[in-house]
């Protein structure tokens, strides 16, 4: 007869804890397995990049289709298109008729400089015009004079020769008639001959006496002519003693100080035409090649717009910057001061239907020919073409396509990575 086993068999205690440990074991293992399931992509996308960067410090834009305008916006101030400064004429003491802001007309007298040396000029060369003046009428009696004279010796001269040419024929008459002999019609010939010289040199001698009489005349009457136009050229000077206004308009700035003593050439006070305003402005220096005189032009004042062009451009480059005019395309805007400020967008250039993407530091970052192209957490490093640029936007010829998403923000901290990861 066999014996069973319950001499050997013993009762165990269950330990109430150990179905928790199951559990929170197997809440472990589920952990772990999410947290490789969270780790590896990231993990692999890492491995897989050349650096990583954050997307919270990145800017990206997406590429667009649509018509690139290339502008540049800067400030201007208002000026008047005609804005003279007048000068003194002379030195002297001047004596201002007008104060600042006052309306003038125009040939309206602003201001009169005394000049006591230039009004003494003036008589004195009137004088020796006066002078001349009867130097000319005296020249012109004694050419008179003497063109009578002339004209009495010549007519002496060929009443002698008619009384020679009757004596010759009245002696022919009574040579022939046996009366009187060969020898006295030869000598009255003689005479006739001498008289006939006489006549011709007398009418020589008065030719001769009319053309150098008309010569010192003229002489004298040049003479007169130049001291003339002296004293009329000093008379005008006299005259812009009286400085005018040259155009309808205000006056401006009083450069000098009443009753002050002036140089010649020295300013005295400016003249605002205030019909006509133009916006001075100053573009920088990288678009004076791209400027041109008539193009267009957007000037804002407040909520505002006006349409301009372009009047002018200097060939000149000061601190960096180029001067340019815009004029009102349709005339001058109700309540615009002088010097006023305005915001000034010239309209360069339009490329219509291009990709283009927000302008950012990667333009200068990458030298326009490397851009980061995003695809889902990673950035690409891409090459590009960059065509026209403006002030808000780029155009990229090459490398990327509508819908692309890159980063437009600097790239420096990339360090020509060829992929980044981004968190």
Known sequence: MIRDTSAQDRQLKREPNQGRRRIKFGIAVVAVVALLALVVPTAARLFSSDTAASMERLRIAQVKRGTLVRDVSVQGSVVAAISPTVYAPSSGTVTLMVNAGDKVTKDQVLAEVLSPELNNRLRQEQATRDSLDIEVQRSRLDHRKQQLAAKKVLDQAMIDRQTAKREV????RAFDAGAMSEMDLLRTKDALAKAD????????????????????????QLAFDRQRLLAEDLQRQVDELKVRSPVDGQVGQLIVQQR????ANAPLLS???????EIEVKV???????LAIG?????????????????????????GQVSGRIRFSDGKPAGLRQNQRLTTRILMD?????????????????????????????????????????????EIVNGVKEGDRIVI???????????????
């Open 197 to 220: 010289i006489s006549v011709a040199n007398a009418e020589a001698e008065m030719n001769l006496d009319v053309e150098s009489l008309a010569f010192e005349l003229k002489s004298k």
């Open 284 to 290: 920088p220096e990288v678009f004076a090649n791209e």
């Open 295 to 319: 193009m267009s032009a957007e000037i804002r004042d407040d909520a505002r717009t006006y349409q301009g062009e372009i009047s002018a451009v200097s060939p000149q480059v000061v601190d």
């Open 169 to 172: 024929e009245r002696t022919q």
């Open 409 to 423: 923000s600097g790239t420096d901290a990339f360090k020509g990575a060829q992929r980044v990861a981004l968190d």
């Open 260 to 263: 002050a003593n002036v140089a």
């Open 350 to 394: 339009e490329h219509p239907d291009v990709l283009m993407v927000e302008r950012g530091p990667f333009v200068d970052t990458g030298g326009g020919r490397v851009a980061y192209v995003v695809h889902g957490n990673v950035a690409d490093r891409t090459a590009i073409e960059v065509g026209a640029t403006s002030l808000n936007a780029v």
């Open 271 to 277: 003249v605002v035409d205030l019909s006509a305003l």
